[in-house]
């Protein structure tokens, strides 16, 4: 009876498998025991190591000692207890009508389960260690391999210490190294060369024998760059079997994850299968159930590659990526509507300002939802947590009164991760504000500076946070700030949207690479902390500019001009009505002695800073400061009815006499008519400069 396919393929694997002499050894000294000496083995190292190929030598081992084995990989599972008791239920061919714990209870004989990135169910490390693992019979060995260490529960519990082991991968060493590279048929003069460059990474190894395998004798002679993987695929690029490949690979290595249909769209081409099928194929190639992806030390050689190499392609590559996920968001609705957003984020994550502010790997992992009632004492224990009583009791408001605008992040057995409260101001009543500081703020800097027209709504994003982390950079607050954007640009008639948050100076960049201006001036205290405001007008930069704007900025940024580009250079100063007038009173007074106008607040106003420009200095911003005045005092002239009053403002500040009473002489008034002109004057000049500072000029 021939053997099956699955055997030849264990066995050529095994031969071309290098070292882990003790990792091999340990699990063959486990297997050997008349009882497992340990039920847990914890394998992890960092992507590329050589992870799921040593789990595959694990299975040939079991093989070998005819003990059964089950391969499991994370990617191909949802992050929930019911998906993964389902994948082992269907791996091991259980009857449909027999539980998998009954089975594995009355199971005889050893069984060894290998369990490969783990790291994508961390959703369900405290579930698998706590109710999972416990459950399994002594006869079952249970091998879990990924990215990260043990989380702290596993390492704190005495109990599990006992019974589980744990080991780090780390590089090949020199001979097992030129031992992989003998098996791979790489030329034994090529060796040293290889092992220069490699330094024992088994992905990087891996590379170089494909290369090999694809060139023959190449006369290898790798590039000086620290960064090994980025030299090997320069090189490995060339070397796809045609332009469509390689095509086919570098739009890969710009998305999240690649699908044939979105292969499709940013090749223009609708016959991908097979270029798909050869992506799949590629040995630094990853898959999920939602498509394929390079392995991130690769995407990011590839990348660099093609943006310097060919820009233009790049970002021609990067517009059609953008298009397929744009028209994505707008024609669909809830979890794929948010992954088309999260795709869209994603191709801003090359960008030296964005890409700190996001787990680009995990935000996808939580699942967003509308509050429940059984919510509430979990979401006000996170307030209570990091943000004191006096908050608890405006979250409680809120939830009473906007529930609807509660955005809960969970994990996979439905307990909150985290929650986003999204206010629509324009239903808030005086008693909601008498309440609320930060609602009171936001809602005083629209009535001073962007009043709302009929049938316009402005938004607060009041509260936002992570259980764990607060509002500090995880994979809550990135799937958070998707759902701020899905709210920015999906909701009817938004004209203004408020973010509130903690540390305003941290967010500083990446809100300001997303056209978010800070408000001091809407900035307020709850329980001695303060709270600084950011704030976007989507009637002066509606929606469609907004992605317009993005899309340039993704694309005109280059990583060493960033941070110089993007940061503000200054953050201008918001000012309430009141407050604008009464400092124009003084600059007014101050309008002969110009020194005295260094101080003045109007200097960091809209107003001044978009005359004069963001770096101008000082004494230039006084200049147009006096310029601006000067000007709207004289269009008073305009008017034979104002005349009067612009003569008064001339008497007394732009060619001052010596006093009021001179300047009233001077006029040929009285002096009560003469100080009731220049009060006219005054508060034209105020109202004029004030629709400018807002925008209504």
Not at 92 to 118: K, M, Q
Not at 376 to 395: D, F, K, N, R, Y
Not at 396 to 402: D, I, P
């Amino acid at each position: 009876m021939p053997s099956r396919l699955s055997e030849r393929l264990a066995a050529a694997r095994h031969f071309y498998f290098v070292g882990r002499a003790s990792e091999r050894g340990l699990f063959q000294s486990v297997l050997a025991a008349p009882d497992f000496p340990s039920n847990v083995l914890y394998i992890y190292g960092p992507g590329g190591i050589g992870k799921t190929t040593l789990l595959g030598e694990l299975n040939f081992l079991c093989r070998q000692a005819k003990i059964a084995c089950l391969y499991l990989d994370a990617r191909n599972l949802d992050p929930s207890p019911e998906s993964f008791l389902e994948a082992l239920h269907s791996g091991l061919e259980i009857p449909a009508e027999v539980s998998l714990f009954d089975f594995l209870a009355s199971y005889y004989g050893r069984l060894v389960i290998l369990l490969d990135t783990y790291e994508v169910l961390a959703p369900l490390d405290e579930w698998i260690l706590e109710d999972f693992l416990p459950q399994l019979p002594e006869n079952i060995l249970f091998v879990l391999a990924g990215r990260q260490p043990p989380s702290t529960a596993w390492r704190a519990d005495l109990g599990w210490q006992t019974i589980i082991r744990v080991l780090a991968l780390r590089n090949l060493d020199s001979a097992e190294s030129a031992d992989y590279l003998v098996k791979r048929a790489v030329p034994e003069n090529e060796h040293a060369a290889v092992l220069e460059f490699t330094h024992g990474h088994p992905l990087a190894l891996s590379l170089v024998a494909d290369l090999f395998a694809q060139r023959g004798e190449i006369g290898f002679s790798p590039e000086a760059a620290p960064d090994i993987v980025k030299t090997l695929l320069e090189q490995l690029v060339q070397m796809v079997p045609g332009p469509a490949h390689r095509t086919a690979l570098e739009a890969c290595s710009l998305v999240r994850v690649t699908t044939e249909a979105l292969l499709e769209a940013m090749l223009m081409n609708r016959d991908v299968h097979e270029l798909f099928e050869w992506l799949r194929g590629l040995s630094f190639m990853e898959f999920r159930p939602g498509g394929l992806f390079p392995h991130d030390l690769t995407r990011d050689a590839l990348v660099a590659d093609l943006r310097w190499r060919n820009p233009d392609w790049f970002a021609e590559l990067k517009r059609r990526a953008r298009v397929y996920y744009t028209e994505r968001v707008a024609a669909s609705t809830g979890q794929a509507q948010q992954r088309a957003l999260l795709d869209l984020v994603y191709l801003h994550r090359d960008n030296p300002v964005v890409r700190p502010f996001f787990e680009w790997q995990t935000s996808g992992s939580g699942l967003a939802g509308a509050v429940r009632e059984g919510d509430h004492p979990e979401i006000l224990s996170m307030v209570m947590a990091h943000e004191g009583a006096a908050a608890v009791e405006i979250a409680r408001h809120w939830l009473a009164r906007q529930p609807e605008g509660v955005i809960v992040i969970r994990d996979s057995k439905a307990t909150p991760l985290g929650f986003l409260s999204i206010l629509d101001l324009g239903v808030a009543d005086a008693s909601d504000l008498e309440i609320d500081p930060g609602a009171r703020a936001a809602w005083g800097y629209l009535k001073s500076n962007a009043p709302l027209r009929p049938g316009e709504r402005a938004s607060l994003f009041r509260f936002w946070m992570a259980g764990d982390t607060y509002q500090g950079v995880s994979p809550t607050q990135s799937l958070i700030f998707i759902h701020v954007v899905r709210h920015n640009l999906t909701t009817p008639g938004l004209a203004f949207s408020f973010i509130a948050c903690a540390e305003a100076d941290f967010w500083a960049p990446v809100f300001a690479y997303g056209d978010l201006e800070r408000l001091p001036g809407a900035d307020f205290a709850i329980g001695g902390r303060l709270y600084g405001m950011y704030g976007h007008d989507w009637r002066v930069r509606p929606q469609v500019d907004w992605l317009a704007l993005m899309a340039e900025r993704e694309m005109s940024i280059m990583p060493q001009e960033a941070m110089a580009t993007t940061q503000p250079s200054e953050t201008l100063l918001v000012l309430s009505q009141e407050s604008f007038g009464n400092h124009v009173r003084q600059a007014l007074r101050d309008y002969t002695f110009p020194d005295q106008l260094r101080g003045s607040p109007l200097l960091r106003s809209r107003i001044v800073v978009a005359e004069a420009g963001p770096v101008s200095d000082e004494m230039q911003r006084v200049q147009r400061l006096r310029d601006l005045i000067l000007q709207s005092a004289k269009s008073l002239k305009a008017s034979p009815r104002a005349e009067k009053y612009y003569r008064a403002l001339d008497r007394t500040y732009f060619h001052p006499a010596p006093t009021q009473e001179a300047a009233a002489e001077l006029l040929d008034l009285p002096f009560s008519t003469y100080r009731r002109h220049l009060k006219a004057g005054i508060e034209q000049v105020i109202d004029a400069l004030w629709q400018h500072e807002i925008g209504h000029k």
